[in-house]
């Protein structure tokens, strides 16, 4: 039998998009404007009376009945910020930021990256997690840029 542990691995995607990057950073900085974009959200929700900023708290219920909290702890306006699953993954740990960084007038590049840590389960089970939410980020991020460059 597969021994089952602990994993930490990391997820990082970056995407080009043609428009100005305020334009992007308007899109993902709306924390609850996710069934817009990301992959399979039924709904977000905030659980906070903040709405931006460090301390904003959401809640994303997924097509599968699968809920999802989220906490900002790190927000740069314009450039990026992070955020921590604190319910509804398979992990003890999960860490990402969304950072946008401007290339030319319309052309903006963001970069989605994550840190995580598993609960127990085998070497197996983790890296197809791992496989799952690159997979995930990358179909996310394509439908982020089709919504930004129509």
Same mark, same amino acid.
């Given at each position: 039998? =597969?021994?089952?542990?602990?994993?930490?691995?990391?997820?990082?995607? @970056?995407?080009?998009?043609? /428009?100005?990057k305020?334009?992007?950073?308007?899109k993902?900085?709306?924390?609850?404007g &996710? +069934?817009?974009?990301? !992959?399979d959200?039924?709904?977000? !929700?905030?659980?906070s009376?903040?709405?931006? $900023? #460090?301390? =904003? !708290?959401? &809640?994303?219920?997924?097509? $599968?009945?699968?809920?999802?909290? *989220?906490?900002? !702890? =790190?927000?740069?306006?314009?450039?990026?910020?992070t955020?921590? =699953?604190?319910?509804?993954? +398979? &992990?003890?740990?999960? #860490?990402?930021?969304?950072? #946008?960084?401007?290339?030319?007038?319309?052309?903006?590049?963001? @970069?989605?990256?994550?840190?995580l840590?598993?609960?127990?389960?085998? *070497?197996?089970?983790?890296? $197809?997690?791992? /496989?799952?939410?690159g997979?995930?980020? *990358?179909?996310?991020?394509?439908? &982020?840029?089709?919504?930004? *460059?129509?």
């Amino acid at each position: 039998m =597969a021994k089952k542990s602990f994993h930490t691995g990391t997820v990082k995607k @970056t995407i080009k998009i043609k /428009v100005a990057k305020d334009k992007v950073w308007k899109k993902v900085s709306n924390i609850v404007g &996710l +069934p817009t974009w990301l !992959v399979d959200v039924k709904k977000t !929700v905030y659980l906070s009376k903040k709405k931006t $900023d #460090v301390g =904003a !708290v959401r &809640l994303i219920t997924f097509e $599968d009945g699968n809920q999802i909290e *989220e906490h900002v !702890v =790190a927000w740069k306006k314009g450039e990026y910020f992070t955020y921590v =699953a604190t319910e509804g993954l +398979p &992990l003890r740990a999960y #860490v990402a930021t969304i950072s #946008v960084k401007s290339k030319s007038k319309n052309l903006t590049e963001l @970069t989605w990256q994550s840190y995580l840590n598993s609960e127990k389960m085998t *070497e197996k089970e983790f890296l $197809d997690f791992i /496989v799952f939410m690159g997979a995930f980020y *990358e179909a996310s991020l394509e439908n &982020l840029k089709a919504s930004l *460059e129509k």
